[in-house]
């Protein structure tokens, strides 16, 4: 589907944002991106390059890989990713 992958680069960073209980400004700090610019990578509404992709991973010492699968790769509380 058309924005599939937008959608779940957001969940999955919403989902690494509320596992380390940062509010989006908090997050988008730690990033090194705007806070509204944060809100629609969240909402799927922003069309990103694999650069900024990798360059998120690399921010949230994530497999940049990770943030674009469907399950999210079970984000525990922290933010780094659970073994499984």
């Not at 599939?4 to 680069?9: A, E």
């Not at 990103?48 to 991973?57: F, I, K, P, Q, Y």
């Amino acid at each position: 589907m058309e924005g599939d992958l937008q959608q779940r680069l957001g969940r999955n960073l919403r989902a690494r944002r509320l596992a380390r209980g940062l509010s989006q400004e908090g997050f988008a700090d730690l990033l090194g991106v705007h806070r509204t610019y944060m809100g629609g990578l969240e909402r799927g509404e922003r069309n990103v390059t694999l650069r900024t992709v990798e360059r998120l991973a690399q921010r949230l010492d994530v497999p940049a890989d990770e943030l674009l699968r469907p399950d999210g790769s079970a984000v525990r509380p922290g933010g780094r990713r659970s073994r499984r």
